[in-house]
């Protein structure tokens, strides 16, 4: 198992694109560790992404888990990051260049060695007041486009506050994952669709800025 809520565990094959909503940041820490253990455990290269508070809980769950944090940290392979500058662009957030990022991240991973890596990412904590509605849906259906179907070595599982997000996003955001994680619940998209279409319709769209595009 790669994915485990409340008990219920589900494989999580390379290149899948998770989101999990959220109500509590608290809840971040749990579902993530067990992330992150399992990609620690198969030489997978992880990093976590969010507040300074969040680290401290992943870390506890981690310890908690049987996981030599320290040690994973020194050599490299558990990579932590609580600064978003390094993420955005003069403080403002760029969805390409945030997969930027994940596709470099992915490079290092191979050229260390590791088979594949894992990023876990706090967004609300990324993307507070620096990105429009418009960005966040095409850094979502640009990263499963690349990762899914191109079946990248990567995991990635990206966190939002659901309480933070207007309700038409969080629908069309829910369009672009095959799993998500919704509350207690791991839950496998019907409904979703084929991300390299939906940003195409994306980018062809031009509309006021900080509206949702629905699909």
Known sequence: MDLSVEGKSERIPPGSHICQLYNKVTEIAGVSARLLQVGLAAQEKCLFAGSPASIREVEQALVKAGVDVPA???SGQLN?????????????FDPYHLLSTHQTFIAQSQREGYKACRISMDMTW???DVATPEQVLKYEAASDAIFTFQNAPIIALMHYDYSKLPGA?????LKLHP?????????????????EQYLLKILRVNR?????VAV
């Open 208 to 212: 006021e800025k900080g509206r949702v």
């Open 126 to 128: 990324l993307t507070a």
């Open 169 to 173: 996003l969080v629908v069309e955001m």
């Open 72 to 74: 994973a940290m020194e």
């Open 179 to 195: 799993i998500a994680v919704v509350g207690k619940f791991i839950k496998r998209n019907p409904y979703y669709v084929n991300s």
């Open 80 to 92: 932590f990051i609580a600064d978003r500058d390094p993420l955005l662009i003069a403080k403002r």
